[in-house]
């Protein structure tokens, strides 16, 4: 009784409430607002291929976007940029760091120069496609680690294919690197120099380009069917997938 009486001593006879200003909204409705200000906190990292034959303004589009001189164009002088004469395709990559009203961005640029520059051209995005395949390798790696806080996302985010103008049809350079890398990255075709066609020309090529990127871009191929009245340019256009 003595020790059990001494216990209870010890107790205060009521326990004080502090009441606390909250200073934001509590709640898991808040967490994405949350997550976006960590994430600006952090930064972010962008990669962005660019392919296309040399001479359609790869680099001067991507400059002109992000209003910065990241990726060499034609008239940087050869012995800044590295360029000697190949007869591969390159893979050149081109990191920037850019803020723009507090939010910070690694981008990396890469470009391959010597794509579609050569009279045998089957074989031109093998190293494309290896670059990509290898990014991808190196970040499932980094994720299989136990220790995965300091992790860079090198992976290709988004790739930009350039198409030359011609206004009549894709090449079967445009259609063998759509068909292969259209499942394995974001690919993203951009009629280049478009201001030197015509509307009409412009919506044309635009269909051209949407069937054989839709054709190309899913995993299942199932055969395209525009019912009856299936036009003669369509049947034309994917006589050229097969």
Request: with cysteine; proline share 5%; glycine share 8%.
């Given at each position: 009784?003595?020790?059990?009486?001494?216990?209870?001593?010890?107790?205060?006879?009521?326990?004080?409430?502090?009441?606390?200003?909250?200073?934001?909204?509590?709640?898991?409705?808040?967490?994405?607002?949350?997550?976006?200000?960590?994430?600006?906190?952090?930064?972010?990292?962008?990669?962005?291929?660019?392919?296309?034959?040399?001479?359609?303004?790869?680099?001067?589009?991507?400059?002109?976007?992000?209003?910065?001189?990241?990726?060499?164009?034609?008239d940087t002088p050869k012995e800044a940029t590295n360029a000697d004469a190949s007869k591969a395709v390159e893979i050149n990559a081109f990191t920037a760091d850019l803020e723009e009203n507090g939010v910070r961005?690694?981008?990396?640029?890469i470009d391959t120069p010597g794509f579609g520059d050569f009279i045998n051209n089957t074989e031109a995005h093998k190293p494309i496609l290896k670059s990509i395949e290898e990014r991808y390798?190196?970040?499932?790696?980094?994720?299989?680690?136990?220790?995965?806080k300091n992790i860079v996302d090198n992976r290709v985010h988004a790739c930009i294919y350039f198409i030359a103008p011609t206004g009549h049809s894709l090449?079967?350079?445009?259609?063998?690197?759509?068909?292969?890398?259209?499942?394995k990255v974001n690919l993203i075709p951009v009629i280049a120099k478009s201001d030197i066609l015509t509307e009409n020309e412009v919506a044309e090529f635009k269909e051209r380009v949407d069937i054989i990127f839709g054709y190309f871009s899913?995993?299942?191929?199932?055969?395209?069917?525009?019912?009856?009245?299936?036009?003669?340019?369509?049947?034309?256009?994917?006589?050229?997938?097969?």
């Open positions: 009784m003595l020790a059990s009486g001494v216990r209870h001593s010890c107790l205060p006879d009521q326990i004080p409430v502090q009441k606390k200003k909250l200073n934001g909204t509590v709640g898991f409705h808040f967490l994405p607002n949350q997550v976006h200000r960590k994430s600006v906190k952090k930064g972010f990292h962008f990669t962005a291929m660019i392919v296309g034959e040399s001479g359609l303004g790869k680099s001067t589009l991507i400059n002109t976007l992000f209003n910065a001189p990241i990726a060499p164009t034609r961005l690694r981008l990396t640029v390798e190196q970040y499932l790696e980094q994720e299989s680690r136990v220790g995965r090449k079967h350079l445009d259609v063998a690197f759509m068909k292969e890398l259209g499942t899913t995993t299942h191929h199932h055969p395209l069917d525009f019912g009856r009245h299936q036009s003669k340019q369509h049947s034309n256009i994917l006589s050229i997938c097969a």
